[in-house]
């Protein structure tokens, strides 16, 4: 295993692969597969105990990209505090739109998710796959933060939830 020379991502860099997560690099290495000498992007996902490889000329076409920025995350956490825009579509049509959004990758997305399906204490309770929809996206929104922020994910995801609780 080489090491490749040409790449926007460094060992070490936080990504953000869309149906994954928050991944750290661990390196850039051309590989032999089939014959074909490929240079392939190496992310470490330790909550799904999973590494995943990625080509480096698919890195843009398959949605993997860098931390969101400082106002890209801003825009997010502006969107939790706003009104939840829950429709009375069936449960089965929101739970995809749902999952398309937190596999988007995309932050403001994942943060709509969580706002929407966000519960106080007033509210009635929900089903078991709202709360699973809502764990996912808040586990994936907290992981970004955290990274971005340099703070633990339990921390971060206290953080959403104290901004939701005061919305």
């Known amino acids: 295993m080489a090491e490749a020379k040409q790449s926007d991502y460094s060992a070490d860099d936080f990504v953000v692969y869309p149906t994954h997560g928050v991944g ?21 996902f330790h909550e799904d105990h999973m590494t995943l490889r990625v080509p480096v000329e698919k890195a843009q076409t398959s949605g993997l990209r860098k931390l969101s920025t400082r106002k890209v995350m801003d825009t997010a956490l502006t969107t939790l505090k706003g009104r939840s825009r829950a429709k009375l579509t069936m449960w089965s049509r929101r739970a ?32 078991y796959s709202e709360r699973q929809m809502y764990q996912a996206a808040l586990d994936r929104l907290a992981r970004e933060l955290a990274a971005l922020e340099k703070i633990d994910e339990v921390a971060a995801a206290q953080r959403l939830e104290d901004m939701l609780k005061a919305a």
């Open 96 to 127: 995809q739109e749902y999952e398309a959004k937190i596999n988007s990758g995309d932050p403001v997305s994942i943060a709509e998710v969580v706002r929407d399906l966000h519960r106080g204490d007033d509210q009635p309770d929900q089903s």
């Open 24 to 44: 750290k690099v661990l390196g850039v290495e051309i590989q032999e597969i089939s014959g074909i000498s490929l240079e392939l992007i190496i992310i470490k």
